[in-house]
């Protein structure tokens, strides 16, 4: 199975180093922008079309390059990969797709590193950690 690719997307602001936050909807948990790759892309590229098209961010700098972590499989073998980026913070909004009808995620939020640590579940978390240390950013871990 091919991994999913998302991004870790990140602002800088006078009240701390924050993360994007988003739900497909209520139940679904923290996330972050992901989908799949478009024949002809690679897999950072496609990473950064999944983040315009499902946010319209499209000022993503990835400072550290274009490592990444994956998560282990889960969900029937499912596996993602994760990269770090920059981003000014500029408006973010979230379209319609137009193959659904509908916006794919319920809502966004910018989040300290720390408070998303603790409304994502552990593989998330290990990303998080993940991210927060190529930045430079030292997180306390949540407890169980």
């Keep these: 199975m091919v991994p999913r690719k998302r991004v870790v997307v990140y602002v800088e602001r006078e009240d701390g180093l924050l993360v994007f936050d988003h739900r497909d909807h209520p139940e679904a948990g923290t996330q972050v922008p992901a989908g799949g790759v478009d024949a002809g892309e690679g897999p950072s590229e496609a990473a950064i079309r999944e983040v315009r ?76 950690q993940w991210a927060a240390d190529r930045v430079g950013v030292a997180v306390a871990t949540p407890g169980p």
Excluded: C
């Design 53 to 128: 098209e499902e946010t319209r961010l499209s000022d993503l700098d990835f400072a550290w390059g274009v490592d990444h972590i994956e998560t282990e499989p889960y969900a029937g073998g499912k596996v993602v990969r994760f990269y770090v980026a920059r981003s000014a913070g500029g408006a973010v909004s979230l379209p319609i797709n137009p193959a659904l009808g509908r916006a794919e995620h319920h809502e966004f939020r910018w989040l300290p590193f720390e408070a998303a640590l603790a409304l994502t579940v552990p593989r998330l978390q290990r990303v998080l």
